[in-house]
């Protein structure tokens, strides 16, 4: 884009400037030199007292001054011997007249000099630099009266010429050809219409015919000069063509490159002494070779140049002295300007090519001007720019300081490899070209509705202003590789240095490609140098490690295809890698490094986004993609698959389906597969399971929880019902893709179960995967569940929109073995149960979640257990069985609200309590029936008290009893409690009535069995016995 107008000092454009004094001197001189001749030569020979008297013709070879003619004659107009033998020579201070004879015409209004010489000397230089000398074949001068021996003042010359062959020379080699000048003072012109030869050193042109245009006197001349006070205009009739030579440095000399730039014109070229501005007409054509098969050219209608006169410092001239069409000074360039239809610049050389309506140049601003109202247009190797004005600023050395593109543009990029576009940029305000003044790279500048394209990669980016610096040096580059190389090795290594260094875009930037979509108010790209892959010592380059595809690739919350028997494997044959889905980012501001490979690639580094972060993967076949929020966003990208990702927020969220992570610092190792969580923290999880669930499991006792107090009937889930996992945390979360651990305060829900404890381990039955998307219906199932310190666990059961059971517990570490339905807790801990007691049965499937919905209340009793142990607790979903070690008491009955409880030293009616060193329950199934019964199991110092309600009296009455063995079971179905001990030892039970002042004397053996409701007991090896009265 930048190299599609740059400094070359050896263009066309520079080398035409930089020899503008030159052009300059041969336009002046080549077509003012003949008229300054001819005056001066009229002038002298009418001031001259020869013209005026007829004197002998011994007068004009006086001895004073004949010599001194004839050395001059011999010496500086040695193509026309007869000069230095004239017949008459005149003299008047430093011109020198040479002719062999005049006469008088026109009835002595005219006077005829044949042939014709003149030499001029500079006054100040005088012989130490070449005269000018006029040579004609004759002059005619005529004037305003008749002259001769009694007309001595004839008045003015009003007409005059120059005939037959004409020829002036000068210093510096100029050197001027032509025939038939006319003077006119009536049309105040002098004028030939023949063809017009000159030279100046090494510059020469011709044209077809010379006008001069004269300025009126503004008072009538006194003397014989023409009334004229100098010349406004020249004019080169047509046919203009002049050849400049040029100044070669060394270098392309060695080149040899041509000399000398031509310009061309079918029209006239007119300079403007008054203006000091001289112009080219009609099919002007510039053209310059630069090698054998290569030139530069300038194609316009009409091209304009324009000069100012500067002052000599040393000898300036008088104010009074200065006279219109006589001002003193030299003249120095200052504007070019090329018009035309279709204004066309071309450097073969360079692939160089413009078309515009008009091209300016100004010296003293160094300034480059190309316009067209419709674009203008330009090519250079396989870029192509259009823009409708484009301004070129340099520095006083010739070099681009700054390229501003006004109005809607764009540039296009084609790879010259294949023909195709490559890059390709458009904005509708500027794009501007300039030196960053802080870092000195060169820095691109697009405004308004600007976007960036690349076809092949399906890349585009839009903004309202975008900012590109770019590091290298272009012409120093392009200069020292050619003098080495052919143009086209030279020109793709240029391409290679010049790399950018940073890019900004802001408002509105939008970014679209097949792997990201992006929108933010601020995108910055650092763009850093190609890294080297890392290889033996002086091994070669193609030994080295290939670099890895690194391209970042969403990451996708998925499950491995392999069997949970094959974690972490991965089969040698996949199925073939999918395109990934792209992604959306949305941010406040974006951040990218950018960094090329070996071959030169670039590819994405390093990600930042602040503000409103938002990164969704658009995935349409699947119903919840992707989606990441936060405040803040980094990702490094190491290699294929290896990204690293860190979002922060308050929260931060990372969804995937309906699985999220939040937390303030959320960390994502894609490459390890692994999730980490600084600080505060919620994971969301579905899983699959029923029964075997966390759901069921999280209570620690789901033979008891799942039943109604003592006895009901079960409530089934199906083994595929699916549950959403919720952890809460304080600390941190570690999650590798199958075993998550939490610290800090967790805080755990599944559906209607809630758990609270220090630290928690979830590991999962399948792997979920950060670098491969889930198939749509397959989600992992909760394998093992660990709970350490202060582990808290509360859960409600709902049926029909109906609190039917409350459950809370609480251990120092809880297991759940999700796999085998194992459950484990370490005390010491505690179980409570509240269970509605006349709840009624439902289809199984209508119990679902009701935890949001408001409860019913009504007077139905409930039924209250607490479990208390100081070892271990133990139990089976399968085998519905739990178990309770260390100082365990259990205390159940009835109350009247949930959360109501039963203090074991002052037991309610229908209550009781029993304690031993372990305890263990059943659940069972009795074949034929819907009821599901357990049975209970002490061991170890076993004992038991409570009240019973007996029924098979008249009148039920409440009893109250105390139990002591070794062991105490009890099975539901029959309402039997059995009393064991081993040895020596004796189980004892003691009854009391219903007023509980009058006990019975226990009643001891070996096994006692006691049904509180018929208040039926049987002895087996009895030792004592006493009934209640």
Not at 23 to 44: C, D, E, K, N
Not at 743 to 766: A, I, P
Request: charged letters at 25%; glycine letters at 6%; one cysteine or more.
């Amino acid at each position: 884009m930048t190299a599609t107008i740059r400094y070359n000092r050896n263009g066309l454009f520079d080398r035409l400037i930089a020899n503008r004094t030159l052009l300059t001197w041969v336009t002046m001189l080549s077509l003012t030199g003949a008229y300054l001749v001819y005056a001066q030569v009229l002038r002298q020979v009418i001031n001259s007292t020869v013209v005026r008297q007829e004197f002998p013709e011994e007068v004009f070879q006086s001895p004073e001054y004949a010599s001194a003619n004839n050395e001059h004659a011999k010496t500086y107009l040695p193509e026309i011997p007869w000069a230095a033998d004239a017949r008459y020579q005149f003299k008047d201070e430093n011109v020198f007249i040479y002719t062999e004879r005049w006469q008088q015409e026109e009835e002595k209004r005219a006077a005829r000099l044949k042939p014709f010489a003149m030499l001029m000397f500079d006054p100040k230089k005088k012989d130490s630099e070449k005269p000018f000398a006029l040579m004609s074949e004759e002059a005619l001068i005529r004037f305003e009266q008749p002259f001769g021996i009694k007309q001595t003042d004839p008045g003015h010359m009003i007409a005059g010429s120059l005939e037959g062959f004409v020829k002036i020379t000068g210093p510096n080699g100029l050197i001027i050809y032509g025939r038939n000048f006319f003077y006119d003072e009536s049309s105040m012109n002098i004028w030939s219409d023949s063809e017009v030869r000159f030279a100046y050193e090494e510059h020469r042109g011709r044209a077809r015919g010379i006008e001069m245009k004269l300025i009126p006197a503004a008072v009538k001349p006194k003397e014989l000069k023409p009334a004229a006070d100098g010349i406004r205009e020249i004019v080169l009739r047509r046919d203009v063509y002049m050849e400049l030579a040029l100044k070669q440095d060394k270098e392309h000399e060695s080149k040899n490159r041509s000399r000398f730039a031509k310009v061309k014109s079918a029209g006239s070229f007119t300079f403007n002494l008054e203006t000091n501005q001289g112009t080219f007409h009609k099919d002007v054509r510039v053209y310059h070779p630069t090698g054998p098969q290569h030139a530069d050219t300038l194609d316009c209608d009409q091209l304009q140049l324009q000069f100012v006169r500067k002052e000599d410092p040393d000898n300036p001239t008088p104010e009074a002295d200065q006279q219109p069409g006589h001002a003193s000074g030299k003249l120095q360039f200052q504007e070019l300007v090329a018009t035309g239809e279709n204004v066309a610049l071309v450097s073969q050389e360079n692939q160089f090519s413009g078309r515009m309506t008009r091209l300016s140049y100004n010296e003293a601003t160094k300034t480059i001007v190309l316009t067209d109202e419709r674009s203008v247009e330009i090519y250079q190797q396989a870029s192509k720019l259009e823009c409708p004005k484009i301004t070129i600023h340099q520095d006083e050395e010739g070099r681009v300081e700054t390229v501003l593109c006004e109005g809607a543009g764009k540039v296009d990029y084609v790879d010259p490899s294949t023909g195709q576009l490559s890059v390709a940029a458009q904005w509708a305000k500027l794009m501007k070209k300039s030196r960053d003044p802080e870092t000195q790279l060169d820095m691109v500048e697009l405004e308004q509705q600007c976007i960036i394209r690349q076809p092949a990669e399906e890349f585009a980016l839009a903004a309202q202003q975008i900012r590109l610096w770019l590091k290298g040096d272009l012409g120093a580059l392009k200069q020292k590789d050619m003098l080495q190389e052919d143009r086209q090795q030279s020109a793709n290594k240029t391409a290679q240095k010049v790399d950018p260094h940073k890019m900004i875009a802001t408002q509105d930037v939008a970014i679209y490609s097949p792997q990201l979509r992006g929108k933010t108010k601020r995108l910055e790209v650092w763009f850093d140098e190609a890294t080297v892959p890392t290889s033996a010592p002086n091994a070669p380059v193609s030994k080295s490690v290939a670099p890895q595809n690194s391209a970042i690739q969403p990451a996708a919350f998925a499950v491995d295809d392999t069997p949970a028997g094959q974690q972490g494997g991965r089969t040698a044959l996949g199925p073939e890698k999918k395109e990934p889905e792209p992604v959306m980012v949305v941010s406040d501001l974006i951040k990218l490094r950018m960094q090329k490979d070996e071959a030169g690639k670039a590819e994405v580094s390093e990600v930042w986004t602040e503000g409103n972060v938002s990164v969704k993967q658009l995935n349409e076949t699947q119903k919840q993609p992707m989606h990441i929020t936060g405040n803040q966003m980094h990702i490094q990208n190491k290699g294929e698959n290896d990204q690293v990702l860190h979002v922060m927020g308050t929260p931060a969220k990372i969804n995937g389906g309906d699985s999220q992570i939040e937390g303030d610092d959320i960390f994502l190792y894609r490459l390890a597969n692994r999730a980490e969580v600084q600080g505060k923290g919620l994971l969301l999880l579905p899983v699959k399971g029923g029964k075997k669930s966390a759901a069921g499991l999280l209570s620690g006792a789901d033979g008891i929880t799942q039943e109604r107090g003592l006895t009901g009937e079960v409530q089934e889930q199906g083994n595929d019902q699916e549950n959403l996992l919720e952890i809460h945390w304080d600390q941190e979360m570690v999650f590798d893709g199958i075993t998550a651990n939490f610290f800090g305060k967790v805080r755990t829900n599944m559906g209607d179960n809630r758990l609270r404890c220090q630290e928690m381990e979830v590991v999962l039955s399948d792997r979920v995967s950060f670098t491969e998307k889930q198939p749509e219906g397959q989600k992992p199932t909760v394998h093992f569940i660990t709970c350490r310190d202060g582990v808290e666990v509360e859960s409600n059961e709902y049926q029909d929109n109906r609190l039917i059971g409350i459950r809370r517990a609480s251990f120092w570490q809880m297991n759940v073995d999700q796999k085998t339905g194992n459950a484990e807790a370490r005390g010491p801990g505690w179980l409570i149960l509240w269970r509605r007691e006349n709840s009624k049965e439902s289809n199984p499937e209508s119990r679902v979640s009701q935890a949001n919905l408001p409860q019913k209340t009504d007077t139905d009793s409930w039924n209250y257990t607490r479990i208390d142990f100081n070892g271990k607790m133990s139990g089976n979903v399968s085998q519905r069985s739990t178990t309770f070690d260390d100082r365990v008491q259990i205390t159940y009955g009835g109350v009247k609200r949930p959360l109501d409880t039963i203090n074991p030293d002052q037991l309610p009616p229908n209550a009781g309590w029993m304690r031993s060193n372990s305890l263990k329950l059943i659940q069972h199934e009795i074949e034929g029936q819907k009821k599901k019964f357990i049975s209970m199991l002490a061991k170890g110092n076993a004992e038991l008290e409570g009240n019973a309600l007996v029924k098979n009296k008249k009148t039920p009455t409440n009893q109250s009893f105390i139990a002591r063995a070794d062991t105490i079971s009890y099975d539901e179905s029959k309402d039997l409690y059995m009393m064991r001990s081993f040895g020596n030892r004796k189980a004892t039970i003691r009854r009391y009535s219903r007023t509980g002042k009058t006990p019975s004397a226990p009643n001891q053996a070996q096994q006692i069995e006691f049904a509180p409701s018929y208040d039926r007991v049987t002895l087996h090896g009895v030792t004592g016995l006493q009934g209640l009265p």
